[in-house]
């Protein structure tokens, strides 16, 4: 059965974007030890013009071939006029109120947990859940992994890593791997 990961970057206070859904605040290129780190073992989590620009859009997918994200997270990139962000990847945006303006995306209206749990039964590489506190908030007990590139930043506010109902959700660390620009890539698993 395929897993659902969450990878996603947070800073040392929980944060995923600023309040405003923006993510400057985490230093990002293509010089940087992270870069290479997803270079080589996350690709197809860099979006597609940027693989294009840096002229590695030819590289393999290794761990996903399927991308679900929420409507904030799929906007920030249609602001910039990418109606397709993970081109090399199928794509899922789960939202009740946007329409795709691009073949290459399926917008998911209802039932998101339902949705993941069909896709988790097919044939394939792992699923992507790229962003979207909301998302990953009403996603987490459906969630196999968690991979957090954990930034040396804080941010004060903003969207936190997951919108969920308080309480208690152990997890079991499975590596952690730090890097010398400061991010530390940490993998859970859920615990139980």
């Not at 197809?44 to 294009?52: D, G, I, N």
Request: hydrophobic share 40%; aromatic share 10%.
């Amino acid at each position: 059965m395929r897993k659902l990961v969450y990878l996603v970057a947070s800073t040392l206070d929980g944060f995923i974007a600023d309040p405003d859904g923006s993510f400057g605040f985490f230093p990002f290129s293509p010089d940087s030890e992270l870069f290479g780190f997803l270079r080589t073992g996350y690709p197809e989590t860099l979006p597609t013009p940027l693989r294009q620009a840096l002229g590695f859009d030819d590289v393999p997918n290794r761990v996903f071939d399927t991308v679900v994200m929420g409507r904030s997270t799929y906007e920030r990139g249609l602001a910039e006029g990418i109606t397709s962000p993970y081109r090399h990847l199928r794509q899922y945006v789960v939202s009740r109120s946007l329409a795709t303006p691009d073949p290459d995306v399926e917008m998911i209206a209802s039932d998101p947990i339902g949705f993941v749990r069909t896709l988790k039964a097919q044939d394939g590489r792992d699923i992507w859940l790229c962003g979207g506190g909301t998302l990953a908030g009403s996603l987490w007990a459906e969630i196999d992994e968690l991979v957090v590139k954990l930034n040396p930043v804080t941010a004060g506010a903003g969207i936190p890593l997951a919108r969920r109902p308080s309480g208690p959700s152990p997890l079991v660390l499975t590596s952690a791997t730090p890097l010398t620009d400061g991010v530390v890539v940490l993998r859970y698993t859920p615990a139980g």
